[in-house]
């Protein structure tokens, strides 16, 4: 699972740090950020708390940087760099070529405008009050410079509080949390799966010979599947749509060949469906007949490949809703 470091200063982003820490479980991601018994953070008994959190930042697949109103203490008297331990983490982050999203206070985001318009000139700020958080404006700078040929993203957006600054990360990361969301799906089998079974059997009117061959798909696994679509390539293609499958559940189409020439021959079957959590699964099978001595008929079915596509964030496309006294009604509705 996809492991995303934290790194923000602590007393003015409080409740912000313990709100996205829950938000990255709830998207089956794990976050990393000191100070939290709940995170995957690890502590390091032979290493100070700076390069404590320096190694986790370097064991982790992404970072978010989280900027309201303190910069944080210099840490030049400690024999590090004359930077805040979030503006370490930053260049650390950088200097790895880590994904990092930087998060910024609106109020702040602000006072910086007022900041750089007034270069020359002093001029009282209403958020960033106190002349050392300032440092916050060359930690964003910094993070602003467009360097041809330099990985990362240099973008930052502003947040008014919580809430927004949730569904901004929920946006950001949605991809990687739809793809952990699969892999653990798979994992823990809590997706639908369709078993194909086929029969072949003549059909005489004394003149002429058909074959019946009727394809018959299960649902065997724990989930419903939704929009199954099918499709079968004979000498004339067949189709079929089935708004859902339920578990156990079991539905069959059948295919005629009309004059059959008592040739062995194969036909391939297509299929897409959905999971309830709008990732979509496309299974690719080859249906073969085969004419043994005597007259008998041997039939198979062999997959040639089973493919996942990933949800695009958090999509959930599919509502079963139970009117009171009706059996349940299914939407394949977008949200």
Partial sequence: MSKVFISSTVFDLLD???EVEQLLHDMRLVPVLS???????QPL???????TCLANLRQCDAVIVMLCQRYGPSLKPAAFPDLSATHLEYAEAKKLGKPIRMYVRDRLEADYRIQRKN??????LVWVRDEKDRRLFDLMEEHQKLVRGQPGSNWYDTFANTVELKALIKRDFGPIASREELDALVVENSIPIIAVSVEVEHRSNGVTTDLLTRIRLKNVGT???YRLTWTIDANDKKEAEIPVLAPQQETQQDVINFGYGWQSFERSLAMT????HGHRVADE???RVRVLPGGILASGVACRAKTYHVASGDVRPFVIAEPEGARPNIRGQRK
Avoid: L
Wanted: hydrophobic letters at 35%; glycine letters at 4%.
């Fill in 223 to 225: 989930v419903p599947a």
């Fill in 119 to 124: 270069k020359k000139n002093e001029v009282q």
């Fill in 35 to 41: 100070g939290s018994s709940t995170s995957a953070f």
């Fill in 45 to 51: 008994p032979d290493q100070n708390s700076i390069e």
């Fill in 16 to 18: 912000a740090r313990a």
């Fill in 285 to 287: 099978f080859i249906v």
């Fill in 273 to 276: 469906y959905y999971m309830p």
